[in-house]
């Protein structure tokens, strides 16, 4: 077949990733001619190697959305031009891919008679989930369809073109074009054919639902809405996408490097944490052979040491890492200085021994390290460093603070075979720049409010830097206690800056909203601006006590709800916010009796939430009368205005 293909570039940031170029090369491959429309200007490079992979670059206004810029490269081609094609293929920047040879699916769909077709299909939904009226019919997903010779010589296809008006949202583009292209032409007569198709997967969307089943079977597009999208959509579907990524590093030479540089440009680290489990439970043993390659590059310690009675138990666990390694460590006294070099020099492992005298100890252990070693770390003279200190939390009581303690130090250096599978987790993904802990919960209030204070901060210290990247909402994403294993590459933009002591809190004045807070809470998001994900890493133990106690808080909490679908408590549970946390009473106070009036007021309560969450054209349409049931009523708590 003789094949001409119309690729829109959504391009919201100028910029045509190594993704595009990729999958712009591996569509050469089966294809004569390429046309490029890009949804405005692209950088240099970027317009550079665009117009390498293709053979026409069309630059547009940003308006009309996809189905515009398909319009006007069908335009810039002519429809007389295209009738001389076998097919015409309209597709985007939304997936990456090719996971497997485009050839699979391009073989296959030969030896289907169809007058067009695409990679996957919708399937027809009773309810309009974008309308709440009428059906979404069945329809080819306008990512990647191809449309064959006899439908493209029609005159309805002409004016199919020529009649679209410009949209303005993606709903709307949805409604218009995405989900009635297919409805329209199979409506005309023409048959429609798709290469994963929803009646074979047992839902309405096998290229999102069923993503880990459609790559096994070789599909070979990745939707980027599955990384980034909200993980809330992925719990309730389900959606494996764990699964589908271990799938591709097992059976497809795609490099994942080209998924992870272009996800985090636009992702919320929280969720593409969640959505891609960016986290390994790892063994004490080394997962690889013992003569698997150790070429790790130079390794370091990297620790500030303010409690001398606490070294040997950190020196016992860096004696975990495999490899020769230096130790660099600083701290605030010359007394001090001199213990820590001698023990140092009893312990094998050890290639080079630092020790420096903090000037001040204003900042503690992130002023030591963003001034104090600069000079180590701002360069390339290491490859991978563990950041480590003396951490004894003298504020809280003592089991608390050792719990944290052993929470970091087992999960970063539990064994030498564990600290093996670190250390190669580094070498497998030259993606991860950053390794921590997961988040603490146990006996710590953090989840959900971990930001506490220090936001403003953050956010100033991101502009200092020219750190661009999205903040999650209530719980970033950072090596809380100040312990991880990084690349100082992928922290270049902290190391680079020249910190100053009077930037940080004077003592005893170590407090949230300070410059040492801030920074970390702001190294995650560092290594995300430079294209570095951050991997959270845990031994089994620690992994064991982590999840039990979660799942018993998270079980005894749904419990008190009044519901038992995580997206319904989410939706209640905003609502309540939003409205400033309304209650009958005081915390102290007793609830209001038991009453036909109250029990009414929490039904109207309840059905109101789940109306609006599920379908919100209906609760619009149900709003005066339960304005009426509110006016009867009269509760005196607030909550029924919520």
């Known amino acids: 077949m003789r094949r001409i293909a119309v690729f829109f570039l959504i391009n919201e940031r100028g910029v045509a990733d190594d993704y595009v170029i990729f999958l712009l090369e591996k569509l050469r491959e089966v294809v004569d001619k390429i046309v490029v429309v890009s949804n405005g200007d692209l950088s240099k490079p970027s317009e550079k ?15 009309g959305l996809d189905l515009w810029g398909y319009k006007a490269g069908i335009e810039a081609i002519g429809h007389d031009a295209l009738s001389q094609y076998d097919e015409l293929i309209l597709l985007n920047d939304t997936c990456y891919g090719p996971l497997f ?26 309810a309009n989930p974008f309308t709440g009226a009428g059906y979404l019919p069945w329809h080819l997903q306008t990512c990647f369809i191809a449309i064959r010779n006899d439908m493209l010589r029609s005159q309805t296809f002409k004016r199919y073109w020529a009649k679209l008006p410009e949209t303005k ?20 007569g023409y048959s429609a054919e798709a290469y994963i198709d929803p009646e074979k997967y047992g839902s309405h969307d096998p290229a999102f639902i069923n993503v880990d089943e459609a790559v096994i079977n070789r599909f070979p597009l990745l939707k980027r809405s599955l990384l980034l999208n909200e993980p809330t959509v992925l719990e309730h579907n389900p959606v494996d996408l764990p699964r589908a990524l271990r799938v591709i590093e097992e059976t497809s030479d795609y490099d994942m490097n080209l998924i992870w540089r272009d996800v985090l440009r636009d992702s919320e680290l929280r969720n593409l944490s969640t959505n891609a489990a960016l986290t390994s439970v ?45 130790f660099i460590a600083t701290t ?12 140092l020099a009893k312990r094998p ?38 950041r480590l200190h003396t951490k004894k939390s003298p504020q809280v009581q003592s089991s608390r603070s050792n719990l944290f303690k052993r929470h970091l130090l087992e999960n970063l250096l539990n064994t030498r075979g564990y600290v093996h599978n670190v250390l190669d987790l580094f070498q497998d993904n030259a993606s991860i720049g950053l390794v921590i802990p997961p988040l603490i919960h146990i006996s710590y209030p953090t989840m959900g409010r971990v930001w506490f204070s220090n936001r403003p901060k953050v956010e100033e210290t991101a502009r200092l830097l020219n750190i661009d990247v999205k903040f999650d909402d209530t719980t970033p994403v950072a090596a809380y206690g100040t312990m991880f294993w990084f690349r100082p590459r992928a922290l270049r933009k902290l190391f680079e800056h020249q910190w100053k002591w009077e930037d940080f ?10 410059l040492a807070h801030a920074l970390e809470r702001l190294t995650a998001y560092a290594a995300q601006d430079v294209g570095y994900i951050t991997q959270h890493i845990m031994c089994a133990h ?35 916010k939003k409205a400033d946390f309304p209650l009958y009473a005081p915390a102290y106070a007793p609830a209001p009796p038991l009453s036909v009036k109250r029990s009414l007021a929490e039904l109207n309560f309840a059905t109101k939430s789940s109306l609006k969450f599920r379908v919100p054209i209906l609760f619009k349409i149900l709003r005066p009368f339960y304005r009426c049931v509110r006016a009867v009523l009269k509760p005196n708590s607030r909550r029924n205005s919520a």
């Open 169 to 188: 949202s993606d709903p709307d583009a949805f409604l218009i074009h995405a989900s009635q292209f297919t409805k329209h032409f199979t409506g005309l």
């Open 505 to 514: 809190n004077a003592e005893p004045h170590h407090v949230d909203g300070g």
């Open 49 to 63: 190697a665009v117009k390498a992979s293709c053979d026409q670059l069309l630059v547009r206004e940003r308006e």
């Open 349 to 386: 492992g050890i290639n080079k021994a630092i020790v420096r005298i903090v000037e001040q100890n204003r900042g503690r252990d992130m002023s030591s390290l963003f001034i104090s070693l600069r000079d180590l770390l701002v360069d390339d003279r290491y490859d991978l460093v563990c």
């Open 101 to 126: 040879p485009f050839s699979e699916m391009f073989s296959e769909m030969e030896g289907r008679e169809s007058d067009f077709w695409g990679a996957a299909a919708h399937k027809e939904i009773a």
């Open 542 to 576: 620690q992994a064991a006590h982590n999840y039990a106690m979660l799942e018993f808080k998270m079980q005894k909490l749904v419990g008190m709800l009044p519901m038992n679908d995580f997206p319904l408590h989410y939706q209640m549970l905003s609502t309540w």
């Open 332 to 343: 605030d006294t010359s007394e001090k200085q001199a213990k820590i070099e001698a023990l």
């Open 282 to 326: 790892l063994p004490n043993e080394r997962i690889k052979d013992d003569d698997a390659p150790t070429d790790y590059g130079k390794v370091a310690v990297c620790a500030h040491i303010y409690y001398i009675d606490m070294l040997d138990e950190m020196l016992d666990l860096t004696e975990n890492i495999p490899v020769p390694y230096d």
